[in-house]
């Protein structure tokens, strides 16, 4: 089931049933919002002989992906890949080597499906060699190739690979939505009202929140943490830092980032100061700071650390440094 976004799948329905190839699309937009669910559910559709959405489940390339999830003409390149790649010594599935195989991959001619299919997931991952390489293959991909780039930060995109590509904004949804949609999964109304809460509009974490409610009380637990040294006025960053670096090593695997929650808390702040208390997305109370364009100053700061730890996550350190000497 697909919630949200309905213009945008509208879209991709079209596409499916043209049975058009020659597809380059860019999906782009928050963390955890349906981006990846809907881009498989159109692949699918494309690799399956009845063209359904999703795919019938019946054909040969259905049953072929499903059950094995590898398909001749499926190419899927996401984080695991580029895991299971380094360790086998075979490069990295995000740099040039990466690229020219997506390349060679669709400009082959489809075995078993009438198209063939190249899944990026965090496209911004890949190198701006590799991605200058795929100028050519998104510009304009053959006539039975279809490519579908993912990510939440487009910013690492060149503008040359975003202008050659279709691109689709999958935004946050609307909380009424994902409450109706969390109500068929739990009756539990007080665990539902929570995950609402805690999704900051995103579908697919509210979802991982029903899925494991032990999660919402140790979520609840660190928000009021964080909370703690974010509004301590003056902190010395080192306990700030020292507080950051513990919620990120007990929340290393949840999906949950630290930077998002952070950024969520102090937009919260910005708004009750500008009177705008009942739109924040997290606190019940927040409390308004004193200097707004300090909050704003802070925002950036925190935006800016994403964004490093994001091209080099081995850079989580360097990046908190450099962020609390912009804020101090
Ligand atoms: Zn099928």
Same mark, same amino acid.
């Given at each position: &089931?697909?919630?949200?976004?309905?213009?945008?799948?509208?879209?991709?329905?079209?596409?499916?049933?043209?049975?058009?190839?020659?597809?380059?699309?860019?999906?782009?937009?928050?963390?955890?919002?349906?981006?990846?669910?809907?881009?498989?559910?159109?692949?699918?559709?494309?690799?399956?002989? *009845?063209?359904?959405?999703?795919?019938?489940?019946?054909?040969?390339?259905?049953?072929?992906?499903?059950?094995?999830?590898?398909?001749?003409?499926?190419?899927?390149?996401?984080?695991?890949?580029?895991?299971?790649?380094?360790?086998?010594?075979?490069?990295?599935?995000?740099? &040039?080597?990466?690229?020219?195989?997506?390349?060679?991959?669709?400009?082959?001619?489809?075995?078993?499906?009438?198209? #063939?299919?190249?899944?990026?997931?965090?496209?911004?991952?890949?190198?701006?060699?590799?991605?200058?390489?795929?100028?050519?293959?998104?510009?304009?991909?053959?006539?039975?190739?279809?490519?579908?780039?993912?990510?939440?930060?487009?910013?690492?995109?060149?503008?040359?690979?975003?202008?050659?590509?279709?691109?689709?904004?999958?935004?946050?949804?609307?909380?009424?939505?994902?409450?109706?949609?969390?109500?068929?999964?739990?009756?539990?109304?007080?665990?539902?009202?929570?995950?609402?809460?805690?999704?900051?509009?995103?579908?697919? #974490? *509210?979802?991982?929140?029903?899925?494991?409610?032990?999660?919402?009380?140790?979520?609840?637990?660190?928000?009021?943490?964080?909370?703690?040294?974010?509004?301590?006025?003056?902190?010395?960053?080192?306990?700030?830092?020292?507080?950051?670096?513990?919620?990120?090593?007990?929340?290393?695997?949840?999906?949950?980032?630290?930077?998002?929650?952070?950024?969520?808390?102090?937009?919260?702040?910005?708004?009750?100061?500008?009177?705008?208390?009942?739109?924040?997305?997290?606190?019940?109370?927040?409390?308004?700071?004193?200097?707004?364009?300090?909050?704003?100053?802070?925002?950036?700061?925190?935006?800016? &650390?994403?964004?490093?730890?994001?091209?080099?996550?081995?850079?989580?350190?360097?990046?908190?440094?450099?962020?609390?000497?912009?804020?101090?």
């Amino acid at each position: &089931m697909i919630i949200g976004h309905q213009t945008n799948v509208k879209i991709l329905q079209e596409l499916l049933s043209k049975q058009q190839g020659g597809l380059s699309l860019l999906f782009w937009g928050p963390e955890q919002t349906g981006k990846k669910t809907i881009a498989l559910g159109l692949m699918k559709g494309f690799l399956c002989d *009845a063209a359904a959405w999703n795919g019938c489940g019946k054909c040969a390339s259905c049953v072929s992906l499903f059950r094995s999830a590898l398909h001749p003409d499926f190419m899927f390149v996401d984080a695991a890949l580029r895991a299971a790649m380094k360790e086998s010594g075979q490069g990295d599935a995000y740099d &040039m080597k990466g690229a020219r195989a997506i390349i060679s991959f669709l400009d082959t001619k489809p075995i078993a499906a009438r198209f #063939r299919v190249a899944f990026i997931d965090d496209a911004h991952m890949l190198t701006p060699e590799a991605q200058n390489a795929l100028l050519k293959t998104l510009e304009e991909p053959a006539s039975r190739a279809i490519i579908i780039l993912v990510t939440h930060n487009p910013g690492l995109l060149l503008e040359t690979v975003r202008s050659r590509m279709m691109q689709l904004y999958f935004g946050l949804v609307d909380k009424k939505e994902i409450e109706r949609w969390l109500a068929s999964f739990s009756r539990d109304a007080t665990l539902v009202a929570k995950a609402v809460r805690y999704s900051f509009l995103r579908p697919g #974490r *509210a979802l991982n929140f029903i899925e494991h409610p032990d999660m919402v009380r140790a979520f609840e637990n660190q928000v009021k943490m964080l909370l703690a040294f974010e509004q301590k006025r003056g902190a010395d960053f080192g306990h700030k830092l020292a507080a950051a670096h513990a919620f990120l090593a007990q929340y290393a695997d949840s999906g949950v980032s630290l930077f998002s929650l952070w950024q969520a808390i102090v937009r919260d702040e910005l708004l009750a100061g500008a009177g705008l208390a009942e739109y924040a997305s997290l606190l019940t109370k927040p409390a308004p700071q004193a200097n707004s364009s300090d909050r704003f100053r802070f925002l950036r700061a925190i935006l800016d &650390m994403e964004t490093a730890v994001e091209t080099n996550p081995s850079a989580m350190k360097s990046a908190f440094e450099y962020a609390v000497s912009k804020i101090r």
